[in-house]
């Protein structure tokens, strides 16, 4: 069965540091992976994906993850952490033989200080 | 283009009562997902259209709830009688035929409480 593991709770880091966001999944094919973030009030915002190729993804807003398929790991990544960076982000994984259905993580609160 | 849309935003219910929540995916999108949130957990799959026709209920808890997408249009989703445990965010996504390695795109959720 498909499962998405974000063993964070919570990530605090000041403005300016590097922040990850943990992310490991297990899936029966090639895994289709997706960062979401959910800003206050919001609804999920599509942050960037893994498919195929090369294992370094960049996404929107400054954000990157790495695919590492022997760790069967997808961790979120930007190098330098902004106030407004602070949200709620969702990892997601889909079987690549399967249709539809993307399963989430349990989300990690990204907390950024001044 | 307009986005993912779905009302309301927040209902507020006592136990036994009915809710029916609506959602409007993007135009042209045949793929169509109901998601629920309970506090400070994952984000659980529901169930999946393909125009009118539903193709994953995997996820619907028991059978008072009720999804319908008449037409393969907009979709509501019904809980009859409403239960304390079904308190949560439902969150409806869509997304364009066939696309497997694509994002879905996400509404802003409506927050049902059940009192």
């Known amino acids: 069965a498909q499962s998405v593991a974000q063993p964070e709770d919570q990530v605090n880091v000041a403005e300016g540091n590097p922040l990850t966001v943990k992310c490991t999944y297990s899936?029966?094919?090639?895994?289709?992976l997706f960062w979401y973030v959910q800003y206050p009030n919001r609804g999920l915002q599509f942050l960037l994906k893994?498919?195929?190729?090369?294992?370094l993804v960049k996404g929107s807003y400054g954000f990157e993850a790495e695919f590492n398929k022997s760790q069967t790991s997808f961790h979120l990544k930007k190098p330098s952490a902004l106030v407004n960076d602070s949200a709620l982000y969702f990892c997601a994984v889909r079987d690549g033989s399967v249709r539809g259905k993307l399963i989430f993580g349990q989300g990690t609160e990204l907390s950024v200080k001044p | 283009e307009a986005g993912v849309t779905q009302f309301p935003s927040h209902s507020v219910i006592e136990k036994g009562q009915t809710v029916t929540l609506r959602c409007d995916p993007i135009?042209?999108?045949?793929?169509l997902y109901w998601y629920r949130r309970v506090m400070g957990k994952e984000i659980k799959f529901l169930l999946h259209?393909?125009?009118?026709?539903?193709?994953?209920e995997s996820g619907m808890p028991n059978n008072r709830f009720l999804a319908e997408r008449t037409g393969g249009t907009y979709s509501t989703l019904k809980v009859q009688p409403a239960e304390l445990e079904d308190s949560g965010v439902y969150f409806c996504a869509s997304s364009q035929a066939g696309a497997n390695t694509g994002e879905l795109f996400f509404g802003e959720g409506s927050r049902l409480t059940v009192l």
């Open positions: 893994y498919i195929t190729g090369d294992n």
């Open positions: 135009s042209g999108h045949d793929n």
């Open positions: 899936v029966s094919g090639n895994p289709y």
């Open positions: 259209f393909v125009k009118e026709s539903k193709q994953d």
